[in-house]
Structures are given as structure tokens and as C-alpha cells.
């Protein structure tokens, strides 16, 4: 099982550090990933880990934007958004698969509910 929390309604140029909690798996068996769903728009990469930790992945559309992260001790993953923009007001939720590539790819094994996040101007 993967839960969310964090979301919430943000002024513009805020921060937000979205949580993933995972359970029922063997957490540093599986890679992380963050996306997101806009209303009316397709499902976005925004970042993810490896299994350990020790390295992220970006797509080039998002680097410097999103910072993701991952505590194998505590089964957490994070995403840190900061200066956030009204056009970043989604759904937010983190996805789990023992690859990396096929997280980014194809698509993950697991998915969590969502958090929502929304960016008052």
C-alpha cells in the first residue's frame, strides 16, 4: 500500500514536501516515482529513485523544479516542491516497481491514492 499526505492548498511561490508511506512490501525493493494528473491533462513524470536511494532520475521537462527522496528506514519517499505556480495545482502521487525504467516507461506496478495540491494566486 502506498498513502500520500502533504498536499494542500499553497500560495504561489510556496513549498510544499509531499510523504509517501509504504507498507505490505519490502520497501528498498522497489523503486520510487512522484507524478502528477491536472485536470484535462496527461499523467506526468516528475522524478524518482532507485531501490537504494543513491540516485534520482528527472525528466529534462522538470529538473531543478522537483527534488525526489527516499528513507529505506522509515519506508518514506518525498517530494519537494518549491516556488510552486498555479499551473502545478494536481493530483500528486507516488508509484512503486522493482525498475526504474519500467516506473518511467511503461508503468509502475503499484500506484498510491493521491494527494491533492492546489496553488492560489
Known amino acids: 500500500q502506498l498513502v500520500e499526505s502533504g498536499g494542500g492548498l499553497v500560495q504561489v511561490g510556496g513549498s510544499l514536501r509531499l510523504t509517501c508511506a509504504a507498507s505490505g512490501r519490502t520497501f528498498s525493493s522497489y523503486a520510487m516515482g512522484w507524478f502528477r494528473q491536472a485536470p484535462g491533462k496527461e499523467r506526468e513524470f516528475l522524478g524518482g529513485?532507485?531501490?537504494?536511494?543513491?540516485?534520482?532520475y528527472y525528466p529534462d521537462s522538470v529538473k531543478g523544479r522537483f527534488t525526489s527522496s527516499r528513507d529505506n528506514s522509515k519506508d518514506t519517499a518525498y517530494l519537494q516542491i518549491n516556488h510552486l505556480q498555479p499551473q502545478a495545482t494536481a493530483v500528486y502521487l507516488c508509484?512503486?516497481?522493482?525498475?526504474?525504467?519500467?516506473?518511467?516507461?511503461?508503468?509502475?506496478?503499484?500506484w498510491g491514492q493521491g494527494t491533492q495540491v492546489t496553488v492560489s494566486s
Open positions: 529513485t532507485i531501490k537504494s536511494g543513491s540516485s534520482t
Open positions: 508509484a512503486e516497481d522493482r525498475s526504474l525504467p519500467t516506473l518511467v516507461v511503461v508503468s509502475p506496478e503499484f
